[in-house]
């Protein structure tokens, strides 16, 4: 496998949402006295995205009251920094990428965090992350139709580049426009739902990715 050029998701992939989404509803189980899930279980049982009964995970621990869970999720979201730090792979993966001559994108569909790519791009700069990224796309309208634009603008081949995202939709669009594709089992959606989504690869970490790419 010949890689020159990565697309790397934003939110779930280089961005900590469930850990912070995790921090956030276990606190309102402390308020309703019911007993705390590990992030494993969470990650499993929680469905994100737009059109989803978010009160159905809770409903089924016991949880119905919607007006007091929209007021503590706002209570504890203030309480919580809104922008989840980038995890602490990410730099020691852009600079190790960028010596090899591997090209990378930030690919984001906006998501919870990261709406725009001057947040995005701000979060980089935190970590001294900016000069490793070659561009920032905020793909609302979908990351399928935003591949072949972006291939075309940065001339990559697709059979040299790889997709890596925690959705199975990153899978799908990689997949649509012959990418190699990388699911991520930490991230938005469960490792189940991202094996059987049947990507190229899967990782654990994104340290993983370097080894893969090796």
Do not use: C
Request: without cysteine; glycine residues 8%; proline residues 4%.
């Amino acid at each position: 496998m010949n890689i020159k050029n990565v697309l790397l998701d934003w939110s779930g992939t280089l961005v900590d949402v469930v850990g912070y989404l995790h921090q956030i509803d276990m606190r309102i189980f402390d308020d309703f006295g019911v007993p705390r899930i590990t992030r494993e279980e969470f990650q499993r049982k929680l469905e994100f995205g737009a059109g989803k009964d978010y009160m159905a995970f809770f409903k089924e621990y016991g949880i119905y009251d919607k007006e007091r869970v929209d007021n503590l999720s706002k209570k504890y979201g203030l309480a919580i920094p809104p922008d989840p730090p980038i995890i602490e792979d990410a730099i020691i993966t852009f600079k190790e990428l960028s010596s090899r001559g591997v090209d990378i994108v930030i690919l984001s569909t906006g998501g919870l965090v990261g709406k725009t790519k001057e947040n995005i791009v701000a979060k980089l700069r935190e970590i001294d992350g900016k000069r490793y990224i070659k561009d920032v796309y905020i793909a609302i309208e979908g990351k399928e139709n935003v591949i072949p634009i972006l291939l075309k603008e940065k001339n990559f081949d697709p059979k040299e580049t790889a997709i890596v995202g925690d959705r199975v939709s990153d899978i799908k669009a990689g997949k649509r426009h012959d990418l190699y594709t990388v699911g991520v089992l930490y991230g938005m959606d469960p490792l189940e739902k991202i094996r059987e989504a049947n990507p190229d690869y899967t990782i654990n970490s994104l340290l993983e990715l370097l080894e893969i790419l090796s």
